[in-house]
């Protein structure tokens, strides 16, 4: 059955992998599933037949057959659960995997997001400066406590898993800042997931989209 994905039309990240289409391309990439993309402008988003897929107007979504899901959260854990290679066998393993998603999309994201918010959104308010260096302090100490646990670990709990798939792709938004670089160990995990072969292809995937488009401005 053909598994079709949505994505930007033209990502304003202009092809650096930031936008979520590219955790969904990495997991169908992992688990060996062909998909399409079809890409969507920003008004198209917003409109009934995509909102009919994503209640928040935002890509991506996930359909395949008469399956249609929202949230890179669900579809990463969708996939995972339907094929071999995201997550181990051994059911404790299994939900340790699972975990780590939830860490990545629920413990480590949110910072980083407040990041974007706070650089990109209240830049240009009078008390952006002081807020800046709190937000920054917040995502030091959650990648303090990743970092910790990690170790000298390739991966955050044995093989490779959908644990790690999310939580690289959540550091990965991360990069631009330069925080990442503040913690070495980090930084080599990240370098890790994007070394693998399934990452380069879905990195690739999207660069073809977006790097042929340039940004405006
Ligand atoms: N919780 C949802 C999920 O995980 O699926 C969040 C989906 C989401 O944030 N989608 C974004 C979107 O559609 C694109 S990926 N935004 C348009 C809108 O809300 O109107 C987030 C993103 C956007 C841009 C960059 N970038 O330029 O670097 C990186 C990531």
Do not use: C
């Not at 370098?191 to 940004?215: D, H, I, L, S, T």
């Amino acid at each position: 059955m053909t598994i079709t994905i949505t994505a930007f039309e033209r990502s304003p990240d202009g092809g650096k992998g930031l936008a979520r289409d590219t955790r969904l391309r990495w997991a169908l990439e992992e688990t060996g599933q062909a998909y399409e993309a079809r890409l969507v402008s920003f008004a198209a988003m917003k409109e009934p037949a995509h909102l009919r897929l994503q209640p928040f107007g935002q890509i991506p979504t996930y359909e395949e057959g008469d399956l249609a899901l929202f949230e890179t959260g669900a579809i990463v854990l969708h996939l995972a659960q339907s094929h071999p290679g995201l997550l181990p066998g051994d059911a404790n393993a299994r939900a340790r995997a699972i975990a780590w998603m939830f860490a990545a999309l629920n413990t480590v994201e949110p910072p980083i997001l407040d990041l974007v918010v706070a650089k990109f959104q209240e830049g240009d308010r009078p008390w952006a400066k002081e807020r800046l260096p709190l937000v920054e302090d917040r995502i030091r100490h959650r990648l303090v406590q990743l970092a910790a646990r990690l170790g000298d670990a390739d991966w955050l709990d044995g093989a490779f898993s959908a644990g790690d798939l999310m939580m690289v792709s959540v550091l990965l938004r991360l990069r631009p800042s330069g925080i990442l670089d503040e913690f070495p160990r980090l930084a080599a995990y990240v370098a890790r997931g994007e070394a693998r072969p399934a990452y380069q292809r879905a990195f690739a995937a999207q660069w073809a989209v977006n790097a042929a488009k340039p940004q405006a401005g």
